[in-house]
């Protein structure tokens, strides 16, 4: 009792700290989670500018690749170079634009995008027809570097080049004729900012600045250009093109100009509380860098929501904290209540492990030691009968018939009290598994001249497992012979119940007294006696009996008179 006291408050001591723990981690969870939110939520801004402005990226080098994929199929086509070989020009822009528009027009229903444009040219940088307006004919030498390359090099060539109007995403390839001389070239392009606001509409609260550098910019643009564009100066950089509202163009100043020919896109920068950016370089086909992409975003509204998401989450917390310790009071006190039974349990335990070493240690070894004196006897006396010889060599017979299920039975209970046993169930014919127990203890009930009687029903069968069926006959067919005198009967029988089959083993035996019926299924009570014949017993046979019938979805009882006898009935599942 004083073990039990003092366990009970030691787990009162636990409980307690647990308690104190929950509490205060729960406090300090909540102080750590506000106190970290803002640095939390600024990295992942940094990092979802930083996904954007790579997103971008990787779409500007798609794009490159099939305004070149399609600019080299333009270049192709047969009715392309008949219309370059025309004399008459009005009729060579007429011919080249019959033949493109039908094509373009698919490849616009393709994409799913208008801003789409094709610009053919003759050498010398010359425009032939620009396929979106209808106009050419002038002369983009001092612009068009990428288009004097592909003349010069008579090489395909991607990219984003920075025009008079801006940014493009530029494919530009030759076209040649059969004897593969340069008739001209044709590009394809997509205006970088009309790019760029299509993939923006996926995305709230987020802005495009591009920026061109002053220098490229000088070598454009006219004068009359240059006042149009340079009036929004940014350092060396000139804003071109802006998608932020009037009304928000304050954010421009929020740009470090002494950060922007760092800046680059493996970084998102935090411009004040509220509003974060990224950037992406632009660089020509030579790798000379042109001028850069801004991507603004206002978080002031994810703010307010991630604020009023964290004070949920640490309202739940503190809440979680308290119901936990409510929780571990109630814990605390079922304990106090269960530990009592659980301290019968483990006596239960105790005895019942006792119980297995003493029959292991006593009645399990001392047979084995009349073995040897018999088996030493017949062996060294000569002088031994022959009816002495056929007594001992029955007694040892029936000795070893005894241990035999004294150790069955000491398996079979181990294998119950063990979590992993295997117990697999089947269709089990109980006549069948009665039979071949009566065979087995036919020498024992042939020597004490008792009748085993089966009239168990052999039409039905039962879902059970087939060892534990085989253990609960031969433990309760060898108790009836066991405790049945001389001349008795045993009789099995059987009846149908609804979906159970009642099996009853009965016996015309010494039966059992009141006292003993109510702990006769008890392992940690001693109940072992001797049978009618001085045959010793272990009384672990029917508490293995109770267990296997009940792991087999089964029930059993028992009804006994003194001098009269007992019968044992126990039910099981009828099989489908």
Not at 255 to 275: F, R, Y
Not at 293 to 321: P, W, Y
């Amino acid at each position: 009792m004083k073990n039990r006291v003092d366990s009970l408050q030691y787990i009162r001591l636990i409980s307690g700290i647990i308690i104190g723990f929950i509490l205060v981690t729960s406090i300090i969870t909540a102080v750590l989670i506000y106190r970290n939110s803002e640095r939390h939520f600024e990295y992942d801004a940094k990092l979802d500018m930083q996904n954007k402005s790579q997103f971008i990226k990787t779409t500007t080098e798609e794009l490159q690749r099939q305004a070149l994929a399609t600019a080299i199929c333009l270049s192709k086509m047969e009715q392309v170079k008949q219309a370059y070989l025309q004399r008459d020009s009005l009729f060579a822009i007429a011919k080249l634009n019959r033949c493109v528009s039908p094509v373009i027009d698919e490849i616009k229903r393709n994409l799913g995008f208008n801003n789409y444009k094709v610009h053919f040219h003759k050498p010398e940088a010359v425009s032939f027809l620009r396929e979106w307006n209808q106009t050419g004919g002038d002369s983009l030498k001092h612009f068009r570097n990428t288009v004097l390359q592909v003349q010069r090099e008579q090489e395909p060539l991607k990219c984003i080049e920075l025009g008079r109007g801006g940014f493009a995403i530029r494919g530009i390839a030759p076209i040649f004729d059969e004897k593969k001389k340069l008739l001209g070239s044709v590009e394809v392009f997509f205006e970088v900012l009309d790019v760029i606001d299509r993939l923006l509409e996926q995305y709230e609260n987020t802005n495009c600045v591009v920026l061109a550098q002053k220098r490229a910019m000088e070598k454009l643009l006219f004068e009359d250009e240059k006042n149009k564009y340079f009036k929004n100066n940014l350092g060396n950089y000139i804003i071109i093109e802006n998608t932020l509202d009037s009304i928000e163009s304050d954010k421009l100043s929020l740009i470090n100009v002494e950060q922007l020919d760092s800046c680059t896109s493996k970084e998102a920068l935090k411009s004040h509380e509220e509003v974060y950016y990224s950037c992406m370089n632009i660089s020509d086909f030579a790798g000379n860098q042109m001028g850069k992409i801004f991507l603004f975003h206002d978080t002031s509204t994810k703010i307010q929501e991630t604020r009023k998401e964290i004070m949920v989450v640490i309202s739940m917390l503190i809440l979680a904290g308290v119901f936990l310790t409510i929780v571990m009071i109630l814990m605390v006190r079922r304990l106090s209540r269960r530990f009592q039974h659980i301290n019968d349990e483990l006596r239960s335990s105790m005895a019942e492990k006792n119980k297995i070493f003493r029959i292991i240690g006593h009645d399990l070894k001392s047979p084995f030691t009349g073995l040897i004196g018999l088996s030493n006897t017949i062996l060294t006396n000569e002088d031994l009968t022959e009816e002495k010889k056929n007594l001992f060599i029955s007694i040892i017979r029936n000795t070893v018939e005894e241990s035999l299920g004294l150790l069955d039975n000491l398996l079979e209970w181990s294998i119950t009290q063990s979590k992993e046993d295997n117990f697999p169930f089947g269709k089990v014919n109980l006549k069948d598994v009665a039979d071949d127990v009566i065979g087995l203890l036919k020498a024992v009930s042939e020597n004490k001249d008792i009748s085993v009687e089966n009239e168990i029903d052999a039409e039905y069968n039962v879902t059970a497992n087939m060892n534990s069926v085989h253990t609960i006959f031969r433990n309760l067919i060898s108790n009836a012979i066991k405790f049945t005198n001389s001349g008795g009967r045993v009789m099995l029988t059987s009846k149908i119940r609804g979906d159970l089959m009642l099996v009853s083993v009965t016996d015309t035996g010494i039966g059992i007294d009141r006292k003993r019926l109510s702990s006769l299924f008890r392992s940690d009570v001693e109940t072992a006696t001797e049978g009618t014949a001085k045959e010793k017993g272990t009384g672990l046979g029917l508490p293995l009996v109770k267990t296997l019938i009940e792991k087999n979805n089964g029930r059993v009882e028992i009804v006994s008179k003194l001098n009269v006898g007992t019968r044992f009935t126990f039910a099981l599942p009828l099989a489908d």
